[in-house]
């Protein structure tokens, strides 16, 4: 029955996938890009100025600042998808796979540009803090409660379900392979800390964010670093390994140029989910003075989390296959183990407590995102405290279930809400190009940027946040 489902899914991924999400994610992207002028490449120092800004006058100790937001959103993208997702990427794809994530991250800045900028826009007071995202544009500037409420229905199962049981999955295989420890004992593990966090709320996950975050992907990036410098012989090769088999003509013939775009778009878009519609729901719960600002720190999110996060992966991998290791039989995070293993005496030990740390922050990154979707349906607590036991089932599931089942169930379902929410941003572009612009000109007149609804006063009716 179970291997009956996962046939029925990958034929529907295959067909979702095929045509219509890669057609959005570059076409949109390519827009987005060509419409804000490339903000993502001429306004990267930008980025990085504002990621250290305070979030303005009127920000309390409640309030969760504009480098926690970045940490929530981080979280939820630092995960499996940077470790074993790339790993599953480079076996099921070749090395071409890790060229089309580059360019699906370089043409996804401005996506994550637009999709985190609305956010901002069109956010709500949520007692002491702020909630927004896709179902909030959806509806507020859209009019269509009915689609907002199926994609709050839809990034709810995905988040809090499908990818945190591909979360636990990963970190279930990566501690049985450098442990010996069983699938359902890590499970219950697992399950029993997030029980703990998510029960705290929405701040405690941001506090938890912006501790682990920064210290995990510094320590792996590190042994990347070392890994490729111990091997800097073998860089040109692994280069020329990915650009033949992203565009070679014997892989051109051999059909496995389409392999390579699909499972690097799809395992890029796990990974960095730009477009897709979650970030944003962490961009509107900043304090901050203007929408552009946690726009760009989003978008700096994407760089942080494929070109140097996954990119790190990927030269593990590479360099372990460079070095004549052509017979894999691994896959997933396993895979990425044994590579850095290879390296790095005892270091799947390292791996190991790594992905704990990268995908347990995904986990509760991930029920963030459920969270705040559920506010839009019912602020009653008993959905909420249900959401939570379910989102607990969940990575109890996942870390008994198979790697392929799992990463199915996440691919379709991330796919389904990419599509809704790119054609959302599409038609809402606009809004945040003008608020683009406001950024610049107060930016150039030499003012720290301070947006108002009358900004943009054909929607500063629906604007109730920035009174």
Not at 277 to 293: F, I, L, Y
Request: net charge positive.
């Amino acid at each position: 029955m179970v291997e009956f489902i996962t046939n029925q899914i990958d034929w529907l991924n295959n067909l979702l996938w095929s045509y219509i999400i890669i057609i959005l994610l570059l076409g949109l992207g390519l827009f987005f890009t060509i419409r804000t002028k490339a903000v993502q490449f001429r306004l990267f120092f930008e980025m990085l100025k504002v990621m250290t800004e305070s979030a303005g006058k009127g920000r309390s100790k409640k309030h969760i600042s504009p480098f926690q937001a970045f940490c929530i959103s981080a979280a939820s993208r630092v995960g499996t998808g940077n470790l074993a997702g790339v790993a599953i990427a480079i076996t099921s794809g070749g090395p071409g796979a890790v060229f089309w994530m580059w360019l699906i991250a370089l043409l996804g800045g401005a996506s994550s540009f637009i999709e985190s900028t609305l956010a901002q826009i069109y956010k709500v007071h949520d007692k002491d803090n702020f909630r927004g995202g896709p179902a909030y544009y959806i509806e507020t500037a859209l009019k269509q409660r009915g689609l907002a409420i199926v994609f709050v229905v839809i990034i709810s199962f995905t988040f809090g379900f499908a990818f945190n049981a591909a979360q636990a999955n990963t970190i279930a295989g990566a501690c049985e392979k450098a442990f010996g420890l069983q699938p359902l004992h890590i499970g219950l593990f697992l399950t029993a800390i997030t029980g703990l966090v998510i029960f705290g709320g929405i701040k405690r996950i941001a506090n938890i964010s912006s501790m682990v975050v920064p210290v995990m992907a510094g320590l792996y990036i590190l042994c990347a670093l070392y890994v490729i410098i111990s091997n800097i012989t073998l860089v040109p090769k692994i280069f020329m390994m990915i650009f033949e088999s992203a565009f070679g003509i014997k892989q051109f013939l051999g059909g496995t140029v389409g392999g390579a775009l699909m499972f690097g778009i799809k395992r890029g878009l796990f990974s960095n989910e730009a477009g897709m519609g979650s970030a944003p729901n962490a961009a509107a719960t900043a304090h901050t003075t203007h929408p552009v600002k946690q726009g760009l720190i989003q978008t700096l999110g994407v760089f942080f989390d494929t070109i140097l996060i996954c990119s790190a992966t990927a030269f593990i991998v590479l360099t372990y296959v460079a070095e004549g290791h052509t017979e894999i039989t691994e896959s997933g995070i396993q895979l990425t183990q044994t590579a850095l293993q290879a390296h790095i005496p005892g270091a799947h030990v390292f791996v190991a407590i790594c992905i704990f740390l990268f995908a347990w922050s995904s986990v509760i990154g991930n029920y963030s995102y459920g969270e705040i979707n559920l506010a839009f349906i019912s602020t009653k607590k008993i959905y909420l405290y249900i959401f939570r036991l379910m989102v607990l089932a969940f990575v109890l599931f996942g870390s008994l279930a198979s790697m392929n089942t799992v990463w199915a169930l996440a691919d379709l379902t991330m796919g389904l809400m990419a599509v809704i929410n790119m054609i959302a941003i599409a038609a809402l572009s606009g809004t945040a190009v003008k608020a683009l612009n406001d950024y610049q000109r107060q930016k150039k007149a030499g003012k720290d940027p301070i947006f108002t609804k009358n900004i943009i006063p054909e929607i500063s009716k629906d604007l109730a946040c920035w009174d």
